[in-house]
């Protein structure tokens, strides 16, 4: 299979304005919440990106018509008939994608029966089904081992029960949402996530007439119903994308206007980004992020479940740290493995050292672990090309953005997997002035 791979004349500061649509990590689960009812379900702001065109496959495959205006950013479901698809056509479709696992409270409801693929991902932790898969059994699902992955069952439906998770995982989170709505009885959900994401679910699965309570506590109550009907939703901005062209601005000496970035949902990062020495202007349907001249600032971060500073913004700040004067310190305490990135950087020139030991204040899950999950990056530190290879969603598009900052012609390799979680990233860089060149071996 061919190799899509860039050519990265960097040095140059990206200045213009860009459109960022829907979240990527609401989305998708958004579509999924669509198989609750037979009745058709619009929702807008919807980008085009590989992670929706694989839910939407996964959709079609079960029998759900799915319509995408992709100019107008519009997907109109409506479930129909479902049914179970070959297993190998799931696997096929579903790749790496996490997403199958959601499918599973919607389908347990609807057909009696779920299957799960293996599941891909970024490697940059752990990210068990074990959560998802004990929290439908507590429901009465019952599971069964096949060669190409797991075959579900809900002899007798699906019993609302308490849930408590030792730690506040979005997917458990999600999982939960989408069984307990049409469970018998009333849900406790202790622990939960309670990203602008969920939130974003939660009000859509209200629309749909579901009975859901959250908590200041991180309690969520949701009272089952007999019924659901189709929604009409525009989703909330993609924050995680925002918080990138953000940084890329920083990192290149650059002014970039995020055309749909809202402020509510980055208080935390634009307290970040104002400490290190960014500055931005809060529009009506803007964002605009600049560097002003003259000297970043080394901080230390921690990154933590909202509302904390989420990890998805860590990688490609580390990118800008390793401009700024001094010594910055990062503990990632969400994901163990999410400074693999680094090394790639210090081949840039930057200076980096991770660290097992938690150098920060906030209790982690990875104490004495032997995760390197903290970094000391020492700046600033010239950045030159390279010859990169993506590792990760994020990790790769933290690599673009120091090629970016970087002098001389960088190569960067596997940057398909951008395309999961960045909207048009190509045409968005050459919309910013970027020197870059997409080569297929």
């Given at each position: 299979m061919a190799e899509t791979k860039l050519k990265v004349r960097g040095g140059k500061p990206l200045r213009g304005e860009i459109l960022v649509r829907g979240a990527k990590n609401f989305v998708p689960k958004a579509m999924v919440a669509a198989l609750l009812t037979a009745e058709t379900s619009v929702?807008?702001?919807?980008?085009?990106?590989?992670?929706?065109?694989?839910?939407?496959?996964?959709?079609?495959?079960?029998?759900?018509?799915?319509?995408?205006?992709?100019?107008?950013?519009?997907?109109?479901?409506?479930?129909?008939?479902?049914?179970?698809?070959?297993?190998?056509?799931?696997?096929?479709?579903?790749?790496?994608?996490?997403?199958?696992?959601?499918?599973?409270?919607?389908?347990?409801?609807?057909l009696g029966e779920a299957f799960i693929p293996d599941l891909g991902g970024c490697h940059i932790g752990s990210r068990p089904v074990d959560f998802h898969l004990s929290v439908l059994e507590d429901f009465g699902a019952v599971r069964n081992a096949q060669d190409t992955g797991l075959h579900l069952t809900a002899p007798r439906g699906l019993r609302a029960r308490k849930v408590h998770l030792p730690y506040p995982s979005v997917g458990a989170t999600e999982q939960t949402l989408l069984a307990a709505v049409l469970a018998r009885g009333v849900t406790e959900l202790s622990g939960a996530a309670v990203e602008p994401e969920i939130i974003d679910l939660i009000a859509v699965l209200q629309k749909m007439g579901a009975l859901i309570t959250v908590d200041t506590d991180r309690t969520i109550h949701i009272e089952g119903v007999s019924e659901l009907h189709g929604y009409r939703h525009t989703a909330l901005p993609d924050r995680i994308e925002a918080g990138s062209w953000a940084c890329a601005a920083l990192a290149t000496r650059g002014d970039i206007t995020v055309r749909g970035a809202r402020q509510a949902d980055m208080m935390n990062f634009l307290n970040i980004y104002r400490k290190v020495g960014g500055q931005f202007e809060v529009c009506d349907d803007a964002i605009r992020f600049w560097h002003p001249g003259g000297a970043l600032r080394s901080i230390p971060i921690e990154t933590d479940v909202h509302p904390g500073f989420m990890t998805d913004w860590q990688q490609p700040m580390v990118v800008?740290?390793?401009?700024?004067?001094?010594?910055?310190?990062?503990?990632?305490?969400?994901?163990?493995?999410?400074?693999?990135?680094?090394?790639?950087?210090?081949?840039?020139?930057?200076?980096?050292?991770?660290?097992?030991?938690?150098?920060?204040?906030?209790?982690?899950?990875?104490?004495?672990?032997?995760?390197?999950?903290?970094?000391?990056?020492?700046?600033?530190?010239?950045?030159?090309?390279?010859?990169?290879?993506?590792?990760?969603?994020?990790?790769?598009?933290?690599?673009?953005?120091?090629?970016?900052?970087?002098?001389?012609?960088?190569?960067?390799?596997?940057?398909?997997?951008?395309?999961?979680?960045?909207?048009?990233?190509?045409?968005?860089?050459?919309?910013?002035?970027?020197?870059?060149?997409?080569?297929?071996?």
């Open positions: 929702l807008r702001n919807v980008p085009l990106l590989r992670d929706v065109d694989v839910t939407a496959q996964l959709l079609r495959a079960h029998g759900a018509q799915v319509d995408y205006d992709q100019d107008a950013g519009v997907l109109s479901i409506t479930p129909g008939t479902l049914r179970l698809p070959d297993p190998n056509r799931v696997n096929t479709v579903a790749g790496s994608s996490r997403i199958p696992i959601l499918f599973c409270g919607p389908l347990l409801h609807a800008a740290l390793t401009q700024a004067e001094g010594v910055s310190v990062v503990h990632e305490t969400v994901y163990e493995n999410r400074f693999g990135f680094t090394e790639a950087l210090n081949q840039m020139g930057a200076h980096i050292q991770v660290y097992s030991e938690c150098l920060g204040s906030k209790k982690c899950r990875f104490g004495r672990e032997n995760f390197f999950h903290s970094a000391v990056i020492q700046g600033p530190t010239p950045l030159h090309a390279a010859d990169i290879e993506v590792p990760d969603l994020r990790g790769g598009f933290s690599h673009l953005i120091a090629a970016l900052a970087a002098e001389g012609e960088s190569t960067v390799r596997g940057i398909d997997i951008i395309n999961r979680g960045y909207e048009h990233f190509m045409h968005k860089l050459s919309a910013l002035g970027a020197d870059v060149e997409k080569i297929t071996d």
